[in-house]
C-alpha cells in the first residue's frame, strides 16, 4: 500500500510541475497578445460608437466631401447664401430636428412608463 501512495505522490507532484509549466507558458503567451487585443477592444468601441451615433456619421462625411471640393471659404460663402436665399431650408431643417428629439424623448418616456407599470 505505501509504495501505491508513493507512486501517486510521485505522479501528483509531477502533474503540479507540469501545471506550474503551463501556467507560465500562458502568462507568456497573455502578455504577448495583450497589446493586439487591447487594439482589438479599442475598435469595437469606435464601432459601437458610431453604430450609435449614425447621424454624426452622416454629417462628418457630408462635411468632408464639401470641404474638399471648396475649401472653408467657398463653404462659408454658399452657407451664407443658403441662409439668406433659402431660409424655409432653415425652418424646415429646424422643424425635423425638432421632431426627432421629441420623438426620442417620447419614446425614452414610453419605456419608463412601461417599466413602471411592469
Excluded at 42 to 51: D, E, F, P, Q, S
Excluded at 69 to 78: H, P
Aim: a positive charge.
Amino acid at each position: 500500500m505505501k509504495k501505491r501512495l508513493v507512486e501517486l505522490a510521485c505522479r501528483r507532484r509531477r502533474l503540479l510541475e507540469e501545471i506550474e509549466c503551463e501556467r507560465i507558458e500562458m502568462a507568456k503567451i497573455s502578455r504577448q497578445l495583450q497589446e493586439p487585443l487591447a487594439l482589438i477592444d479599442a475598435g469595437l468601441k469606435v464601432v459601437r460608437y458610431i453604430n450609435g451615433h449614425r447621424a454624426w456619421l452622416a454629417g462628418s462625411v457630408a462635411m468632408l466631401l464639401a470641404f474638399r471640393r471648396k475649401g472653408l471659404a467657398g463653404l462659408a460663402q454658399q452657407g451664407w447664401r443658403l441662409l439668406i436665399i433659402y431660409p424655409s431650408i432653415l425652418s424646415c431643417g429646424l422643424k425635423y430636428l425638432s421632431s426627432a428629439t421629441c420623438a426620442a424623448k417620447q419614446g425614452r418616456n414610453a419605456e419608463a412608463d412601461h417599466c413602471r407599470s411592469e
